[in-house]
């Protein structure tokens, strides 16, 4: 059977510019190409479809997945296709994958099989270089304040309460805390520091929520980068760099254009991870999806728990989007891996796990239907070690709630292997209009809004916080921040914090560990558990099975 990477590779690709302008009618002078087969598409042209009306939204989300993943981009390419081949006119939003988790352990983010998005190799490394645009606005403000630090400190900048972090865009445990300026008096003054991972930064979250380049700027120069001696909240404003931090992201603002291997229209753009960031690609891109197609596929990172939530009440609350429809991603192997069943063995029949972890399933569709309040659809990814036997355990238990239940085979056959789901996707779309509903109301205090997410959404019993974060929350609330949304930062693996607890756990304690605040974004993140926003590396990292030979052909990617 062939690799990803060798079907991505043996796909015909179609020149971006006449691809995009037959099937979309955008003019080719609103598109910039980044060679062949990239584009980006100018904000002055999206600026123009402001009047339009929207087409239906659909989320594409998952069960708590598990290590290998669970198809969910796959799923959300073969959605695309086959809307298409139905006779919709459907785009495709997803997010642009990082070169951490590409080297590390979940590979690339491009899907899988016959439901891809091309070109997999330049997109999954550096694409159009936004990432790295987003890594050095927020190490430029790094730089700056160091600097402003280094001739004089005139804004008073307190050394013990500076909070900006440095990024790269790779997974490296040890840059997670440093000292930094060794060396002398010439080389500034000797303090701790920290890296995150690009996607992390507060600079991703405001690109991918950003409604135009003057929105963008005006975010940057809300960031608040630590506190004077007296109190005083410090920002790129105050030093003179929120302007130059834009001119950095001038380009990267706007939305990639690309292909899927069946040649529909892919909009991809930013990458916030889901399990320290709100996990949804740019408002930007799927505002204009909604006004060139009649259905936008988009997705949103890992489970329903962490990146659909973030979806409802982050993006969907800043910009106003109103999905129509949810789908939820599940494979018989995660199933069984709720159910107890080690990976080593997921390709042997199981019943008993399957029926045992249908309960994570179940919690997911409660969470969609009941929380959230739209309706949805479960699409089994299908792998060839699933059994008849299985597969029914899990149909009659969507029959049991009232869900639709389809096995979708759109890694084999592209297309014409998620017709069915795609059939009962516009069925949900066209009945009575959803209108999303907010876990949390914005009057609520911060610290309510993370226990009701918490007891909501996870069915923790509670939350444990100690007297720094209780005192920093209410510290935000009386400046002026109580009405911001959260960004819980945990574990994907678990709806606990706890990545060994599967299935549906109940009754379980979210313990955060820390607050931050992020001005410009728009929302407050709580940091719970163990989670960390610069991940490490594992022990055996996809880089090592990475090459390219002498002719530029580059294997090992997936």
Not at 26 to 41: D, N, S, V, W
Not at 100 to 127: R, W, Y
Not at 305 to 327: H, S, T, W, Y
Not at 450 to 469: H, L, N, P
């Amino acid at each position: 059977m062939p690799s990803d990477i060798e079907i991505a590779q043996a796909a015909r690709l179609q020149p971006i510019i006449p691809l995009i302008e037959t099937c979309l009618g955008i003019p080719t002078e609103a598109m910039e190409p980044y060679g062949h087969y990239k584009a980006k598409l100018s904000l002055s042209y999206i600026d123009t479809l402001k009047d339009r009306p929207d087409g239906k939204l659909v989320l594409v989300t998952a069960i708590t997945p598990t290590p290998p993943g669970e198809g969910k981009t796959t799923t959300t390419v073969g959605l695309g296709d086959a809307l298409n081949l139905i006779g919709k006119r459907a785009i495709t939003c997803v997010r642009e994958p990082s070169l951490g988790p590409c080297f590390g352990m979940k590979g690339g983010a491009t899907g899988g099989g016959q439901s891809q998005v091309l070109p997999m190799e330049d997109i999954n490394l550096h694409f159009t270089g936004d990432f790295h645009a987003i890594g050095l606005a927020n190490n430029l403000l790094a730089a700056m304040i160091d600097n402003h630090i280094h001739h004089g400190n005139a804004l008073q900048i307190d050394l013990h309460r500076i909070s900006w972090r440095r990024v790269v865009d790779m997974n490296d445990r040890a840059l997670r805390d440093i000292v930094v300026a060794l060396g002398g008096k010439a080389n500034g003054l000797p303090r701790e520091d920290h890296f995150s991972i690009v996607v992390a930064s507060e600079v991703m979250a405001i690109l991918c929520l950003a409604t135009s380049l003057a929105d963008l700027k005006a975010r940057l120069g809300r960031i608040i980068i630590g506190y004077s001696t007296s109190g005083t909240p410090i920002t790129p404003r105050d030093l003179k760099c929120d302007g130059a931090m834009a001119a950095l992201l001038k380009d990267a603002i706007k939305p990639n254009l690309v292909q899927t291997i069946a040649g529909s229209p892919v909009l991809i753009h930013g990458g916030p991870f889901a399990n320290i960031a709100h996990g949804c690609n740019s408002v930007i891109a799927t505002k204009a999806a909604l006004k060139l197609g009649d259905y936008v596929v988009t997705e949103a990172g890992f489970g329903a728990d962490l990146g659909a939530e973030k979806f409802i009440d982050i993006k969907c609350r800043q910009a106003g989007l109103n999905p129509a429809a949810a789908v939820i991603v599940a494979t018989v192997r995660a199933i069984k891996f709720h159910g107890g069943v080690a990976m080593a063995d997921m390709g042997h029949e199981n019943l008993d796990a399957v029926k045992s972890g249908l309960s994570n399933l179940r919690r997911h569709i409660e969470n969609i239907r009941e929380v959230y309040g739209l309706p949805c659809v479960v699409s089994i990814n299908h792998f060839t070690a699933d059994t008849e036997a299985e597969l029914d355990l899990i149909h009659a238990a969507c029959a049991e709630l009232g869900v639709p239940c389809v096995v979708s085979h759109h890694w084999a056959l592209g297309p014409a292997g998620a017709e069915a789901l795609a059939r009962i996707v516009v069925e949900l779309c066209e009945a009575a209009p959803a209108s999303p509903s907010f876990v949390y109301d914005d009057a609520l205090p911060l610290l309510d809004k993370i226990e009701t997410v918490a007891r909501r959404i996870y069915r923790a019993s509670g939350v444990s916080a100690d007297a720094k974060v209780r005192k920093q929350l209410k510290e935000w609330t009386d400046a002026g921040y109580g009405r911001l949304p959260v960004c819980i930062a945990k574990t994907q693996y678990s709806f606990s914090t706890d990545a060994a607890l599967k299935g549906a756990p109940e009754g379980h304690v979210l313990p955060i560990r820390e607050v931050r605040l992020s001005a410009g974004a728009g929302f407050v993140i709580a940091i719970c558990g163990d989670i960390m926003t610069m991940p490490g590396l594992p022990l055996h990292p996809a880089a090592e099975h990475i090459d390219i030979d002498d002719d530029g052909n580059i294997t090992g990617l997936s």
